[in-house]
């Protein structure tokens, strides 16, 4: 049977082991994301650890992108928080709930193909403000409560340890891949350094001071919540942000697993599974998640590109909740830390800063834009910002692209040949081409090369009918195309104009 599958999954057993490895290295840097983005909620650590466990494994097996890792995110995290407070952690699970089926509603709708309207720069300043914000987060390991209750500094001792033990992390990653490829550098720097601290002795900071990853079986349970009309109107908005925001980051970080990959995910798919995912998390105790970029980069540039990645990423962190978790807590954070500091330098496209003299000021602009509302604020409001600025810049360009020319016929008629999208931004140019007072009494507007857009269009078209028939002189149109004269017919009752047939 085992047989059978590795034929199925196209696997020899270099790439197996290729695969499984990738999968322990994701693992081992889920542990301490998953407890800090626990913190972050305002729940109990092993509450996002069930949910990188149940995540992981669900979207691993039946999501839309091989090699992306789902789990417990700080994007997330950040909206639980005032619910947790307020209403409890039993409500938290029941809005979990409820955002994996609002998720799974939106892959049915086949709305993922949505992402496809996100432009480059957009894309772009996501990935910048994600790796900025991933090394931000780091920074928290440099920190302890004194005695006093306060959140400091490391002493100076501490931190040239960690800063040591970081630095060599990130010097065997950067240096094994040129002597060998048989182990992925990631798990290989994480267990050398781990050997170094725990044969020497070495006072630094492990997994273990973050909390205790100790647990069982994730079990079964309905969230004890009202099953009420007052309880959905409670859960209904924070479902709701979480789904969108869930979505976002998962299709974008789908979108640059494509491009590491060169291969096409299936963003519908996807939604789907990461709404199934969240479903089930939440009647297992889990707070729900999405893609992690930070761990799917880990992934795959350590050389996974199958499932099985995912699925044994996700059965690792469980024999580490249930079998290992001393052995994980004596795992040093600086080994961690110096592996999500690579992911913040390959996620960063470095080559953005060069080229962002040589592209135009908008898509320029719309990069900084993004990057920084991604630090200040979170993914979704800056990626939103930075479709909705791309958007109207588009618009504004467009408005200025449509063009007129003029000449009389041999029968005296004047004729306006058209280029460009008539659309809302750019009806006034339209009208600016026309000049109703002193043309002649016959007028043909030439549409081969100009497209009725929306609604605004049939307005100015009415407008400037109208114009023409109280000076007396009539107004034609020509060469429309067939989803322009549809435009037209739906618009009859409103509009009153004379189409000629075209040419052809």
Request: net charge neutral.
């Amino acid at each position: 049977m085992a047989i059978l599958n590795l034929d199925k999954l196209k696997m020899n057993k270099s790439e197996f082991k290729l695969e499984v490895l990738s999968g322990l290295t994701v693992a081992l840097a889920l542990v301490p994301e998953a407890v800090a983005f626990a913190f972050v909620a305002g729940v109990e650590p092993l509450v996002g650890l069930y949910a990188a466990f149940l995540v992981c494994f669900i979207t691993s097996v039946f999501g839309g992108r091989p090699g992306m890792i789902s789990g417990a995110t700080g994007a997330l995290a950040v909206v639980m928080v005032a619910l947790v407070a307020d209403h409890g952690v039993e409500y938290l699970f029941s809005a979990v709930i409820l955002m994996g089926i609002l998720q799974v509603l939106m892959g049915v709708l086949r709305l993922g193909k949505f992402i496809r309207i996100v432009p480059e720069p957009v894309i772009l300043g996501f990935v910048n403000g994600l790796a900025i914000v991933i090394f931000l987060a780091q920074l928290s390991q440099f920190k302890f409560i004194n005695q006093a209750g306060e959140l400091t500094w490391l002493p100076q001792g501490a931190l040239f340890i960690m800063f040591a033990l970081i630095a060599l992390t990130m010097f065997i990653i950067y240096g094994l891949p040129r002597l060998t490829k048989a182990i992925p550098s990631s798990l290989a720097a994480i267990l050398v350094v781990s050997g170094l601290v725990i044969i020497f002795n070495i006072d630094t900071k492990s997994v273990g001071d973050l909390a205790s990853i100790k647990g069982g079986l994730p079990i079964f349970s309905i969230p004890n919540v009202p099953f009420a009309w007052e309880t959905l109107k409670i859960i209904f908005p924070y479902s709701l942000i979480l789904a969108g925001i869930g979505l976002i980051e998962s299709l974008l970080t789908l979108t640059l697993i494509d491009e590491l990959t060169d291969t096409k995910g299936r963003g519908n798919k996807e939604c789907v599974a990461q709404g199934f995912a969240n479903i089930i998390t939440g009647f297992f105790g889990g707070m729900g998640g999405c893609a992690m970029i930070g761990q799917s980069i880990i992934n795959v540039t350590s050389g996974a590109r199958k499932r099985l990645s995912g699925i044994s990423a996700s059965i690792f962190l469980l024999i580490f909740i249930l079998f290992a978790s001393s052995l994980i807590e004596m795992v040093p954070v600086a080994a961690l830390v110096g592996v999500m500091f690579m992911v913040c330098i390959g996620t960063f496209e470095w080559t953005s800063i060069k080229f962002i003299r040589n592209i135009p000021i908008s898509d320029a602009f719309v990069i900084i834009l993004v990057t920084g509302m991604t630090v200040a604020f979170d993914l979704a409001i800056a990626v939103i910002a930075g479709v909705i600025t791309s958007a109207l810049v588009f618009s504004w360009q467009s408005a200025k692209r449509i063009r007129a020319r003029k000449s009389i016929d041999s029968e005296g008629f004047k004729i306006y040949e058209l280029w460009g999208p008539l659309f809302f931004a750019s009806t006034e140019v339209f009208l600016e081409k026309f000049d109703a007072k002193d043309d002649p009494e016959n007028v043909i507007v030439d549409f081969l090369d100009c497209r009725i857009v929306d609604q605004s269009a049939i307005e100015v078209i009415k407008k400037l009918t109208k114009k023409y028939k109280k000076l007396g002189k009539s107004i034609r149109l020509r060469n429309l195309s067939s989803n322009c004269r549809r435009i037209l017919k739906n618009a009859e009752t409103m509009i009153d104009v004379d189409i000629i047939e075209d040419k052809n």
